[in-house]
């Protein structure tokens, strides 16, 4: 599917470093997500966007910076990440919140060194 | 929270065996969906069933919500159903949020 795609699909970074994970939807959804998959455990919910504006925060370190320019596009900035945070960062979307079946991107494998 | 178990954790199938995966929950839900993640990440879509019964070709899934729980079943399997199946439901009371259970991680061998 291409109804929700990420950049990058692999990243690798220093503790030190800022870098920025993309989502765009291309299915005019008006709800976007966060979610982080560590391994072997379930998808934990991040952030939650509602027309570009931030309806959920769920008790994220600041160094996970979400934004939300407009409806179509979600960004996801990173800076002095920990080694724990690798994980397989996932966005969905769905045309709004609540009750809604929500459509998943391929994801960003993270690596922190 | 809402408490979401899948079973069994993981299975092992010979190609063309049926095979039915359960989920349960602990709250009474108003979105409940079934997902495929192949081995690449990528998660798939396979239900959205927050009551009823739905079938797709050679899957199909029930979900009784008075009971809370649901059923996956997955017919003459193949190879390539192999991955970790997630179910994961939104409480009603919740908003947004979608809790996801830890998975079904099955096997088809040819």
């Known amino acids: 599917e291409t109804g929700v795609t990420q950049t990058p699909r692999h990243l690798v970074m220093g503790m030190t470093n800022k870098k920025s994970l993309k989502c765009e939807q291309h299915?005019?959804?008006?709800?976007m997500y966060w979610y982080k998959q560590s391994a072997k455990k379930p998808l934990e919910l991040m952030f939650v966007?509602?027309?570009?504006?931030?309806?959920e925060n769920n008790s994220v370190p600041s160094r996970f910076s979400p934004e939300c320019p407009n409806s179509s596009h979600l960004f996801l900035h990173l800076h002095t990440l920990q080694p724990e945070d690798s994980a397989l960062y996932l966005c969905?979307?769905?045309?709004?919140?609540?009750?809604?079946?929500?459509?998943f991107g391929p994801g960003t494998r993270l690596t922190v060194t | 929270g809402i408490q979401v178990e899948q079973s069994p954790p993981d299975l092992i199938l010979q190609e063309g065996a049926n095979s039915t995966l359960r989920c349960n929950f602990s709250d009474s839900v108003n979105n409940l969906q079934w997902f495929h993640q192949n081995p690449w990440g990528q998660l798939i879509n396979l239900f959205y069933?927050?009551?009823g019964t739905k079938q797709n070709g050679r899957l199909s899934a029930t979900t009784v919500a008075t009971e809370r729980y649901s059923l996956l079943y997955i017919s003459s399997s193949q190879t390539t159903d192999s991955g970790v199946y997630f179910c994961a439901v939104e409480r009603e009371t919740s908003g947004s949020r979608l809790t996801f259970g830890e998975g079904t991680q099955l096997t088809v061998n040819p």
């Open positions: 069933i927050p009551s």
């Open positions: 966007y509602s027309l570009e504006e931030r309806v």
């Open positions: 969905a979307s769905s045309p709004a919140t609540r009750s809604y079946e929500q459509y």
């Open positions: 299915l005019g959804h008006n709800a």
